[in-house]
């Protein structure tokens, strides 16, 4: 990462509350937003979700009750949270923070239509790995 972007509101608190499963953030722009770990967890970051280029991303189900275990902060930039379904390779960035916040009405709108046209809803279990597909382990160049 080249650095932060000056532009970029910094937080000035941050609390994961585990009982409203929402990780509540103030930014130094007086900004406060609550995001939900669901929220999170469809929209992280990382390979495993987005995919390896536009529109390999992996359309994440059943993450309504999803929890995070614990957060990492990663040097003056980022956050890694690990959620209570295993998944913890996701950096949430600080901007990436402030605009999941600013915009998570309309992002769960767009994941519920998603949803929608894939037959699927918010609590379907995730679909078993198809044997064969690429796995994001150890040899993935993105991690």
Do not use: N
Not at 10 to 24: A, G, R
Not at 137 to 142: E, I, N, T
């Amino acid at each position: 990462m080249a650095g932060l972007d000056p532009t970029t509101p910094l937080p000035t608190d941050i609390v994961v509350h585990q009982q409203s499963k929402v990780l509540e953030l103030a930014f130094s722009d007086g900004a406060r937003f609550r995001i939900p770990f669901e929220l999170m967890r469809v929209y992280s970051p990382s390979a495993e979700v987005q995919g390896h280029g536009p529109g390999q991303e992996t359309l994440q189900t059943g993450k309504r009750e999803v929890s995070i275990v614990a957060v990492q902060q990663v040097g003056h930039y980022a956050l890694q949270p690990l959620f209570s379904d295993g998944h913890e390779s996701g950096l949430f960035t600080w901007a990436y923070l402030y605009e999941l916040g600013r915009d998570q009405d309309r992002l769960m709108r767009e994941y519920e239509a998603r949803l929608a046209a894939a037959g699927l809803d918010r609590d379907a279990p995730m679909p078993a790995k198809a044997a064969g597909g690429h796995s994001h382990g150890g040899g993935c160049a993105s991690h």
